[in-house]
Protein backbone atom coordinates (compact mmCIF):
# COMPACT_ATOMS: atom_id res chain seq x y z
CA UNK A 1 0.00 0.00 0.00
CA UNK A 2 1.61 3.33 -1.40
CA UNK A 3 1.76 6.09 0.84
CA UNK A 4 1.83 9.72 -0.04
CA UNK A 5 4.44 10.91 -3.21
CA UNK A 6 5.52 13.52 -4.51
CA UNK A 7 7.23 14.76 -7.20
CA UNK A 8 9.72 16.11 -7.94
CA UNK A 9 11.91 15.02 -4.92
CA UNK A 10 14.56 18.18 -6.13
CA UNK A 11 13.59 21.28 -8.13
CA UNK A 12 15.62 24.46 -8.99
CA UNK A 13 14.45 27.60 -10.63
CA UNK A 14 15.15 30.91 -11.16
CA UNK A 15 13.12 34.17 -9.78
CA UNK A 16 10.18 34.92 -11.80
CA UNK A 17 9.48 31.26 -13.05
CA UNK A 18 6.35 29.39 -12.34
CA UNK A 19 6.62 25.28 -10.66
CA UNK A 20 4.56 22.51 -9.80
CA UNK A 21 4.42 20.23 -7.65
CA UNK A 22 2.67 16.88 -7.53
CA UNK A 23 1.01 14.51 -5.02
CA UNK A 24 -0.47 11.09 -4.91
CA UNK A 25 -2.53 10.68 -1.53
CA UNK A 26 -1.98 7.51 0.28
CA UNK A 27 -4.39 4.50 -1.07
CA UNK A 28 -8.70 5.41 0.46
CA UNK A 29 -7.39 8.85 1.84
CA UNK A 30 -9.94 11.73 -0.34
CA UNK A 31 -7.91 15.23 0.99
CA UNK A 32 -5.14 16.44 0.33
CA UNK A 33 -3.02 19.45 1.93
CA UNK A 34 -0.06 21.22 1.55
CA UNK A 35 2.67 23.23 4.00
CA UNK A 36 5.86 25.18 3.56
CA UNK A 37 8.82 24.41 5.54
CA UNK A 38 11.54 26.95 5.56
CA UNK A 39 15.17 25.75 6.86
CA UNK A 40 14.79 25.75 10.62
CA UNK A 41 10.72 26.31 10.72
CA UNK A 42 8.19 24.02 11.45
CA UNK A 43 5.75 23.46 8.54
CA UNK A 44 3.56 26.35 7.61
CA UNK A 45 0.05 25.66 6.25
CA UNK A 46 -1.18 26.69 2.66
CA UNK A 47 -4.48 25.01 1.70
CA UNK A 48 -6.30 21.71 1.74
CA UNK A 49 -8.45 20.69 -0.84
CA UNK A 50 -11.61 17.94 -0.57
CA UNK A 51 -13.83 17.10 -3.14
CA UNK A 52 -11.81 19.12 -6.24
CA UNK A 53 -12.02 22.14 -4.06
CA UNK A 54 -10.02 24.62 -2.07
CA UNK A 55 -11.81 24.06 1.04
CA UNK A 56 -9.12 25.79 3.43
CA UNK A 57 -6.42 28.33 2.82
CA UNK A 58 -3.28 29.62 5.06
CA UNK A 59 -1.71 33.04 4.79
CA UNK A 60 0.05 32.90 1.57
CA UNK A 61 -0.60 34.94 -1.40
CA UNK A 62 -2.54 34.54 -4.34
CA UNK A 63 0.75 33.15 -6.58
CA UNK A 64 -0.26 29.93 -4.67
CA UNK A 65 -2.98 28.06 -6.21
CA UNK A 66 -4.01 24.89 -6.02
CA UNK A 67 -5.67 21.93 -8.12
CA UNK A 68 -7.58 18.59 -7.14
CA UNK A 69 -8.11 16.12 -9.02
CA UNK A 70 -10.88 13.36 -9.65
CA UNK A 71 -8.75 10.44 -8.29
CA UNK A 72 -7.84 13.03 -5.45
CA UNK A 73 -3.94 13.75 -6.49
CA UNK A 74 -3.30 17.17 -6.43
CA UNK A 75 -1.24 19.60 -7.92
CA UNK A 76 0.97 22.72 -5.88
CA UNK A 77 1.15 25.64 -8.55
CA UNK A 78 3.63 28.91 -7.48
CA UNK A 79 3.95 31.64 -9.92
CA UNK A 80 6.52 34.77 -9.86
CA UNK A 81 8.64 32.42 -7.81
CA UNK A 82 10.68 34.45 -5.15
CA UNK A 83 13.78 33.72 -3.55
CA UNK A 84 11.58 33.61 -0.37
CA UNK A 85 9.78 30.58 -1.73
CA UNK A 86 12.54 28.18 -1.22
CA UNK A 87 11.64 25.62 1.08
CA UNK A 88 10.59 22.47 1.62
CA UNK A 89 6.76 22.01 0.18
CA UNK A 90 4.90 18.76 2.13
CA UNK A 91 1.94 17.20 1.13
CA UNK A 92 -0.07 15.43 3.35
CA UNK A 93 -3.47 13.12 2.63
CA UNK A 94 -6.07 11.76 5.30
CA UNK A 95 -9.58 11.02 4.97
CA UNK A 96 -11.72 13.46 5.66
CA UNK A 97 -13.43 13.78 9.20
CA UNK A 98 -10.73 11.04 10.57
CA UNK A 99 -7.49 12.29 12.46
CA UNK A 100 -4.63 10.70 10.85
CA UNK A 101 -2.34 12.13 8.62
CA UNK A 102 0.27 10.46 6.12
CA UNK A 103 3.04 12.57 4.48
CA UNK A 104 4.73 12.54 1.80
CA UNK A 105 8.72 12.91 1.79
CA UNK A 106 8.25 16.56 0.42
CA UNK A 107 9.74 18.58 -3.01
CA UNK A 108 13.01 20.50 -2.35
CA UNK A 109 12.78 23.72 -4.35
CA UNK A 110 15.64 25.92 -4.35
CA UNK A 111 14.77 29.39 -6.00
CA UNK A 112 18.19 31.24 -7.73
CA UNK B 1 3.05 34.45 20.08
CA UNK B 2 3.26 31.14 18.26
CA UNK B 3 -0.22 28.82 18.94
CA UNK B 4 2.24 26.02 19.35
CA UNK B 5 5.03 26.24 21.54
CA UNK B 6 7.71 23.71 21.98
CA UNK B 7 10.73 23.22 24.28
CA UNK B 8 13.52 22.90 24.18
CA UNK B 9 14.65 23.78 21.01
CA UNK B 10 17.73 21.95 21.13
CA UNK B 11 18.12 18.79 23.00
CA UNK B 12 21.45 17.07 23.42
CA UNK B 13 21.59 13.62 25.55
CA UNK B 14 23.85 11.02 25.76
CA UNK B 15 22.49 7.14 24.98
CA UNK B 16 20.08 5.61 27.62
CA UNK B 17 18.94 8.81 28.51
CA UNK B 18 15.41 9.46 29.51
CA UNK B 19 13.97 12.76 27.34
CA UNK B 20 11.34 14.65 27.75
CA UNK B 21 9.99 17.25 24.76
CA UNK B 22 7.21 19.58 25.79
CA UNK B 23 4.37 21.05 24.03
CA UNK B 24 2.10 23.75 25.07
CA UNK B 25 -1.27 25.26 22.54
CA UNK B 26 -3.15 27.98 23.30
CA UNK B 27 -6.18 26.65 20.55
CA UNK B 28 -9.25 24.61 21.05
CA UNK B 29 -7.85 21.29 19.57
CA UNK B 30 -9.52 18.07 18.49
CA UNK B 31 -6.14 16.16 18.53
CA UNK B 32 -2.16 16.53 18.60
CA UNK B 33 0.06 14.89 16.54
CA UNK B 34 3.87 14.10 17.23
CA UNK B 35 5.80 13.78 14.22
CA UNK B 36 9.36 12.87 13.40
CA UNK B 37 11.66 14.20 10.75
CA UNK B 38 14.91 13.47 9.46
CA UNK B 39 17.52 15.02 7.59
CA UNK B 40 16.02 15.08 3.93
CA UNK B 41 12.68 16.35 5.07
CA UNK B 42 10.74 12.76 5.46
CA UNK B 43 7.90 13.39 8.15
CA UNK B 44 6.86 10.42 10.29
CA UNK B 45 3.54 10.34 12.00
CA UNK B 46 4.78 8.83 15.54
CA UNK B 47 1.19 9.55 17.29
CA UNK B 48 -1.98 11.07 17.45
CA UNK B 49 -3.78 11.70 20.88
CA UNK B 50 -6.99 13.66 22.08
CA UNK B 51 -6.42 12.49 25.43
CA UNK B 52 -4.36 10.59 27.97
CA UNK B 53 -1.52 8.51 27.22
CA UNK B 54 -0.11 5.85 24.65
CA UNK B 55 2.99 4.03 24.22
CA UNK B 56 4.69 2.42 21.61
CA UNK B 57 8.37 0.38 22.37
CA UNK B 58 10.51 3.39 23.95
CA UNK B 59 8.36 6.05 22.84
CA UNK B 60 5.02 7.50 25.35
CA UNK B 61 3.17 10.22 24.76
CA UNK B 62 1.18 12.34 26.76
CA UNK B 63 -1.96 14.87 26.86
CA UNK B 64 -3.40 16.99 29.25
CA UNK B 65 -6.31 18.86 27.27
CA UNK B 66 -7.69 21.19 30.30
CA UNK B 67 -3.85 22.45 30.43
CA UNK B 68 -3.48 22.25 26.88
CA UNK B 69 0.50 20.71 27.61
CA UNK B 70 1.33 17.57 25.77
CA UNK B 71 4.76 15.92 26.65
CA UNK B 72 6.81 12.99 24.33
CA UNK B 73 9.00 10.77 26.07
CA UNK B 74 11.89 8.57 25.08
CA UNK B 75 13.36 5.87 27.39
CA UNK B 76 16.73 4.35 26.54
CA UNK B 77 17.25 7.11 24.13
CA UNK B 78 19.81 5.95 20.82
CA UNK B 79 21.33 7.65 18.42
CA UNK B 80 19.04 6.59 15.41
CA UNK B 81 16.56 8.50 17.92
CA UNK B 82 18.17 11.71 16.69
CA UNK B 83 15.85 13.17 14.85
CA UNK B 84 13.66 16.52 14.75
CA UNK B 85 10.16 16.09 16.74
CA UNK B 86 7.51 18.38 16.36
CA UNK B 87 4.08 18.53 17.72
CA UNK B 88 1.50 19.85 15.40
CA UNK B 89 -2.38 20.55 16.60
CA UNK B 90 -5.68 19.55 14.65
CA UNK B 91 -7.62 23.17 15.67
CA UNK B 92 -11.21 22.73 15.66
CA UNK B 93 -13.13 24.85 13.23
CA UNK B 94 -16.50 25.61 11.61
CA UNK B 95 -20.27 25.34 12.78
CA UNK B 96 -20.77 22.64 15.48
CA UNK B 97 -16.87 22.38 15.88
CA UNK B 98 -16.07 20.49 12.56
CA UNK B 99 -12.92 19.73 11.63
CA UNK B 100 -11.20 20.27 8.40
CA UNK B 101 -8.03 19.27 9.16
CA UNK B 102 -5.87 22.21 9.02
CA UNK B 103 -2.71 21.18 11.08
CA UNK B 104 -0.88 23.89 12.78
CA UNK B 105 2.83 23.17 14.05
CA UNK B 106 5.47 24.08 16.29
CA UNK B 107 8.69 24.98 15.55
CA UNK B 108 9.65 21.68 16.31
CA UNK B 109 13.12 19.58 18.89
CA UNK B 110 16.22 19.29 17.23
CA UNK B 111 17.16 16.21 19.44
CA UNK B 112 20.74 14.50 18.92
CA UNK B 113 21.37 11.53 21.23
CA UNK B 114 25.55 10.60 21.28
CA UNK B 115 26.89 7.07 21.90
Known amino acids: DAGVTQSPTHLIKTRGQQVTLRCSPK?????VSWYQQALGQGPQFIFQ???????QRGNFPDRFSGHQFPNYSSELNVNALLLGDSALYLCASSLDYSYGYTFGSGTRLTVV | KNEVEQSPQNLTAQEGEFITINCSYSVGISALHWLQQHPGGGIVSLFM???GKKKHGRLIATINIQEKHSSLHITASHPRDSAVYIC?????????????????FGQGTILTVHP
Open chain 1, 49 to 55: YYEEEER
Open chain 2, 88 to 104: AVKELKGAGGTSYGKLT
Open chain 2, 49 to 51: LSS
Open chain 1, 27 to 31: SGHDT
